[in-house]
């Protein structure tokens, strides 16, 4: 069974390299949520093609599932050739070999008394090259994840089968041949093993064969990042808070402005306080009054304080919109502009503090 896998990874994955072009450090499938969009997008208009067999697959919207959307892969003919699958269009080569990364994909199982659905990526179009795959079955009210091909065994998801869960494959070593971690909803479940074949450079989920077997999924989000830092860090330490520590500011993502993609992560905050991320191309350094920190940025700064935009102590995260930094008037970010970014956050007391702060040079 294991060699058919395999076989049938090669020739339906695969494509051709003609296929292969600029690599990206970011790839996403997004769903939306109830009624935004109204109806679930196809993957097709997110950067996905669609690879199928000659086999009877369900491929259509769900909407307002418990207030996602999703886009349902339902694989209920038990024929070898029944598959269909969305690869991205992007070539992740670069963000697999150089950089760490991670590919999670949240899906609610439906039905999955075989392992028929699966996600995973690839590193290149000739052999030998690096591919992590995880395949996902129903056992009772739980999941089973199975990395055959790279040699890993089951891995067990606690109620996987009830409602929606997030399943990640991340890699923190940089390389090819290197084995990855599996996540459950956030926490280590067990390693993914490297397997090599010729596949094309792309994410891709969906159903695949597994001599004849049957699946359906319904996937919310599928999203590869880079983990990568971004950026320089200035005015570190910053001044200790109530904690004991300073807040520490970091990014990752990719430095290429046609990308859009930029996440700041603030840490060691003081717990229940809430912050939010400031941006500016000029650097400074004065203590604001009520702050017993420093705050590193003058000039025209911005301030990404909307709701959802906020952070809460310990620690929190924001994906930057690089079209759209705050500043009066907002700007987007250009190839060669250096933006400074820190992180301003309350104390208890009454008092406020901020982070050290980064400086990312875009390209």
Request: overall charge negative; proline content about 7%.
């Amino acid at each position: 069974m294991r060699e058919h896998l395999r076989r049938w990874i090669l020739s339906s994955v695969a494509g051709t390299c003609a296929a292969c072009g600029a690599f990206a450090q970011h790839v996403v499938y997004d769903a939306g949520t109830a009624g935004n969009p109204p109806v679930a997008p196809s993957p097709l208009t997110q950067g996905f093609s669609l690879q199928q067999g000659t086999g009877t697959v369900g491929l259509h919207p769900v909407n307002d599932d418990n207030g996602r959307n999703a886009w349902e892969v339902a694989d209920s003919d038990a024929a070898p050739n029944a598959y269909a699958h969305y690869a991205s269009q992007h070539d992740v080569t670069l963000a697999l070999m150089g950089t760490t990364w991670e590919l999670t994909a949240t899906l609610r199982m439906t039905a999955g008394p075989d392992p028929a659905i699966a996600f995973g990526i690839g590193s290149g179009c000739t052999i030998p090259d690096s591919h992590y795959t995880i395949r996902l079955e129903i056992v009772n009210t739980d999941v089973v994840a199975t990395d055959d091909l790279g040699g890993g065994g089951p891995l067990f998801c606690a109620g996987g089968a009830e409602g929606y869960h997030t399943f990640t494959i991340r890699k923190t070593t940089p390389g090819l041949y290197v084995p990855a971690e599996f996540l459950y909803d956030g926490v280590l479940i067990g390693p993914v093993g490297e397997h090599i074949a010729d596949l094309d450079t792309n994410v891709f989920f969906g159903t695949l064969s597994y001599g004849g077997a049957i699946g359906r999924a319904r996937f919310h989000r599928v999203e590869m990042r880079s983990l990568d830092d971004l950026g320089a860090t200035y005015c570190s330490p910053a001044v200790a808070n109530s904690t004991g520590f300073p807040a520490v500011l970091t990014a990752t993502g990719s430095p290429y402005v046609n990308q859009n993609f930029l996440t700041l992560s603030a840490s060691q905050l003081p717990p229940g306080q809430f912050g939010y991320f400031l941006a500016s191309q000029t650097q400074g350094m004065v203590v604001p009054p009520g702050s017993q920190g420093l705050l590193c940025l003058s000039g025209n700064t911005g301030r990404f304080d909307e709701p959802q935009q906020i952070v809460q102590g310990p620690g929190g995260d924001l994906d930057v919109d690089l079209a759209g930094i705050p500043v009066n008037p907002p700007a987007a970010a250009q190839v060669g502009d250096t933006w400074n970014f820190q992180c301003w956050y309350r104390d208890v007391g009454g008092t406020s503090n901020f982070s050290d702060a980064l400086s990312v040079t875009f390209r």
